[in-house]
């Protein structure tokens, strides 16, 4: 029962009872008058006993008023859900194992190779670690771009009897040479009215150009060489090696080289230039390399000057 209803309850009952006992009393002694000092004390002392049966729920009443709040109601806990042992050793531990596993190492163990990465004979290459002879050589050509480094002159080389003549290093027509073996006039075209460009080496992109009436009116009359000398050609592991003026070098016993390459190795031949190659479907040339003996090598690419 509340504490409130509980008081109120107490306090009906006790002002009933208070009040039929003197009722009760006085209804008894009416008439008598000796017994008015015994009802007074009867009186009293019923008064004290229902003081004291009051006092109980008034203080059930003060204890509920200090501890009666309620305290506020609070979801139960969620259950916490166990895991079991083997995850949290994955979650722990599993992550280190999974990328321990998941990465090659140093060593790149158990990662896949990549094709043409690390195996023990690169793309291009045999297993001595030259490069693998082509299957046939390609035949490219190549002229004057406005990229290369090109320088004017004012002297028209092809001006003069017996200064201009068919181009060795071409295989097409209306290209020729001009001037002395020094100019390095290699192969000659008209490009438009009188001015003529001239490469003079194809594999540092070089050429001269000057204004000439002589090849303005005869250049275009030279017609194609079949045994024409390529102006550049490419080793397998893409070396380049083009023609030189003069042979003042040292050779592998009795060999000429009328060819260099960047890299400071040579193209051999037993006398004439046109013997360096060997032509078909595949060139082939007598390479040697710090003038030793020479080995035979397949190009990879002829090129001619043209269009």
Same mark, same amino acid.
């Given at each position: 029962m509340p504490p409130l209803a509980l008081f109120t309850f107490s306090w009906l009952n006790y002002s009933l009872c208070m009040?039929?006992?003197?009722?009760?009393?006085? @209804?008894? $002694?009416? &008439? =008598?008058?000796?017994?008015?000092?015994? =009802?007074?004390?009867?009186?009293?002392i019923m008064r004290r006993r229902m003081h004291a049966a009051l006092a109980v729920p008034i203080l059930v009443l003060a204890l509920a008023s200090c501890g009666g709040e309620e305290a506020p109601d609070t979801p139960p806990d969620e259950p916490v859900q166990e895991q079991p042992a083997d995850s949290d050793d994955s979650s722990d531990g599993g992550g280190e194992d999974s990328a321990e596993d998941s990465d090659p190492g140093e060593d790149g163990a158990g990662a896949p190779e990549e094709e043409g990465v690390g195996s023990e004979e690169s793309a291009g290459e045999g297993p001595d670690g030259e490069a693998d002879a082509p299957d046939s $050589?390609?035949?490219?050509?190549?002229?004057?771009? @406005? @990229?290369?480094?090109? #320088?004017?002159? =004012?002297? =028209?080389? +092809?001006? &003069?009897?017996?200064?201009?003549? /068919?181009?060795?290093?071409? @295989?097409? #027509?209306?290209?020729?040479? +001009? &001037? /002395?073996?020094a100019a390095s006039a290699l192969?000659?075209?008209?490009?438009?009215?009188?001015? !003529?460009? +001239?490469?003079?080496s194809a594999t540092g992109r070089t050429a001269i150009s000057f204004e000439s009436d002589a090849a303005? #009116?005869?250049g275009s009359a030279f017609e194609a060489d079949e045994e024409a000398l390529p102006i550049e050609v490419t080793l397998p592991d893409g070396t380049t090696c083009a023609p030189t003026a003069h042979d003042h070098g040292e050779h592998y016993q009795d060999y000429f080289s009328w060819y260099l390459c960047e890299d400071g190795s040579e193209l051999l031949t037993t006398e004439d230039i046109q013997d360096t190659f060997e032509?078909?479907?595949?060139? $082939? %040339?007598?390479?040697? !390399?710090?003038? &030793?003996? /020479?080995?035979? %090598?397949?190009?990879?690419t002829v090129t001619f000057a043209g269009i």
């Open positions: 009040k039929f006992a003197i009722q009760g009393d006085a @209804d008894s $002694t009416a &008439g =008598d008058p000796g017994s008015v000092h015994w =009802d007074t004390s009867k009186e009293r $050589t390609e035949i490219a050509h190549v002229w004057v771009e @406005d @990229d290369w480094e090109i #320088e004017q002159i =004012d002297e =028209d080389l +092809c001006e &003069g009897e017996g200064f201009m003549n /068919p181009s060795q290093y071409s @295989d097409q #027509e209306a290209f020729f040479s +001009c &001037g /002395p073996i192969a000659c075209r008209v490009e438009a009215e009188n001015l !003529v460009h +001239c490469i003079t303005a #009116e005869s032509r078909g479907e595949s060139w $082939t %040339v007598q390479h040697s !390399v710090g003038q &030793g003996a /020479p080995q035979e %090598v397949t190009l990879k």
